[in-house]
């Protein structure tokens, strides 16, 4: 029969988009099991057309389990996946926890799908939502013109904070409608917005905050590291130069990215559009005469990345200047997840005995 499937943070922001793509893929999975913590046990979750109860997370959830799709937090994930691993289940987390473990391979269908082999510890990483969102346009532009360096800054939505992230922003902007004067002098967007920052250093509302994640060494967020060191694992360049600045803006859902990228040969854009045309997962929105731009307000709830105002950097033949948005709850994690999860299904499920 099909493989059995367990969601495991199936309530949150990224376990909800989840359940809803299982949705759209009927005749890929036996039972699915709805794994969070205690306090959403019970629920009932629609998936597939049926009301699924939600189930408490312990070590005997995975008995019988094939593949667990994890959107916890990191301590959780790190705890967890290794209980499922070792009673036979194949974790695909979505944490940070085992990204830069190098028995753990860091997956993109789309790029290294031949990867989700090599899993000597059961457990198949995914990458964070910056990254995916830049490094599927990124892959086959590396491979028409060998990707040398990349300078990037990401205007990264809210939602990516979880729901609290969502509703502060929410709360902010009721807060600040209608002031004319808010953001024309210091400190009063800070005076209206109050105290309460929710997951944030910084109000969101009317601002942007060059912040994201955990301060980190030499004062590198975890954000920029991130997508510094995944990029590298994703694409094979352990020595490719990055320098990115990751910012959080008063965005709800849909990362963006600006890209300087250098190449090791020269390139132009209309070679540049040509390669991506040909790219799974990415569309190409490159019209600025007719105010055809890549935005998160366009290209939430859609799975490919959007990329647009591609040209040439002006002073490097070999460099390439693009603005890259996608939606960080979906490819830039729910749907790489679901993807990945479906390679193993095709792996686990048996072939129909070829009748003679
Ligand atoms: C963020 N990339 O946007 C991180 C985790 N989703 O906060």
Redesign the pocket.
């Known amino acids: 029969g099909r493989p059995t499937l367990a969601v495991v943070g199936a309530t949150g922001t990224v376990g909800t988009v989840m359940c809803e793509l299982l949705s759209s893929r009927k005749d890929v999975w036996g039972e699915i099991r709805l794994v969070a913590s205690a306090r959403s046990t019970g629920r009932l979750v629609s998936v597939r057309g049926e009301e699924l109860e939600v189930q408490a997370l312990t070590p005997e959830v995975f008995d019988g389990v094939d593949v667990a799709m994890f959107d916890v937090p990191e301590p959780v994930a790190a705890e967890w996946a290794p209980v499922a691993a070792t009673r036979g289940t194949v974790v695909v987390d979505n944490s940070g926890a085992f990204r830069t473990d190098r028995d753990v391979p860091l997956v993109v269908p789309e790029i290294n799908a031949e990867q989700v082999r090599n899993r000597p510890r059961n457990i198949i990483a995914n990458a964070?939502?910056?990254t995916l969102t830049m490094v599927v346009m990124l892959a086959p532009l590396h491979r028409e013109y060998g990707l040398r360096e990349l300078v990037l800054a990401s205007y990264?939505?809210v939602s990516?904070?979880g729901q609290a992230g969502v509703d502060i922003l929410h709360d902010q902007i009721s807060k600040v409608a209608g002031d004319r004067a808010l953001g024309t002098r210091s400190g009063n967007v800070r005076q209206s917005v109050g105290d309460d920052l929710g997951p944030f250093p910084a109000p969101m509302a009317l601002n942007v905050v060059p912040w994201?994640?955990s301060l980190q060494d030499l004062g590198w967020s975890s954000?920029e590291l991130k997508v510094r060191g995944e990029t590298r694992k994703i694409l094979g360049l352990p020595d490719l130069k990055v320098s990115a600045t990751c910012v959080r803006v008063p965005v709800i859902t849909g990362?963006s990215i600006a890209v300087h990228a250098v190449f090791a040969s020269e390139l132009d854009a209309e070679g540049a559009r040509q390669v991506l045309r040909n790219a799974p997962s990415v569309i190409l929105v490159d019209d600025p005469a007719s105010g055809e731009f890549p935005m998160p307000i366009d290209a939430v709830g859609t799975d490919p990345a959007w990329v647009g105002r591609i040209r040439r950097a002006m002073d490097d033949p070999r460099a390439l200047d693009l603005f890259v948005t996608g939606d960080?709850l979906r490819k830039?994690?729910a749907l790489n997840t679901v993807q990945i999860a479906e390679l193993l299904a095709k792996e686990l499920t048996p072939k129909p005995s070829s009748s003679r």
Request: glycine fraction near 22%; include cysteine.
């Open positions: 964070s939502c910056t990264q939505a990516g904070a994201a994640g954000e990362h960080n830039g994690a």
